[in-house]
């Protein structure tokens, strides 16, 4: 069992990804704005272009972003899967308080990494 006290919460997302991703909302939103400055109905279509185009690529990197996401969340599920057969062997062996209260506390670190890992995917 890995120890919660050392392990730091996964990185879950790339975070050139992320930046991509930021930049590209940015552009949409820039481009948006831009839709008031055009003379013509055919400047707005070409905006309007532009903006679907860009966002088709916001929408594939997001979706990267939330594929990495949910893989970082599988990971910390099956941690707390791990943890609990260890913990289900302390609550067999109950012959140690100390011991029984550490492995729970143990264990609960483990879930509260897991459920870190999840507020990020929300």
Excluded at 38 to 59: C, K, L, Q
């Amino acid at each position: 069992m890995s120890d919660p006290k050392t392990d730091a919460v996964p990185a879950v997302v790339n975070p050139d990804l992320k930046a991509v991703h930021t930049a590209l909302v940015r552009l949409v939103e820039r481009l948006n704005a831009s839709i008031g400055d055009a003379a013509t109905s055919a400047e707005v279509r070409v905006i309007t272009d532009e903006i679907a185009d860009v966002t088709s690529r916001v929408n594939a990197v997001g979706r990267q972003l939330l594929t990495q996401q949910t893989d970082a969340i599988t990971k910390a599920s099956e941690e707390v899967n791990a943890a609990l057969a260890e913990i289900e062997k302390v609550i067999e062996k109950f012959d140690n308080v100390q011991a029984f209260v550490e492995g729970v506390t143990t264990f609960l670190r483990v879930v509260d990494k897991a459920i870190g890992v999840a507020k990020l995917v929300v």
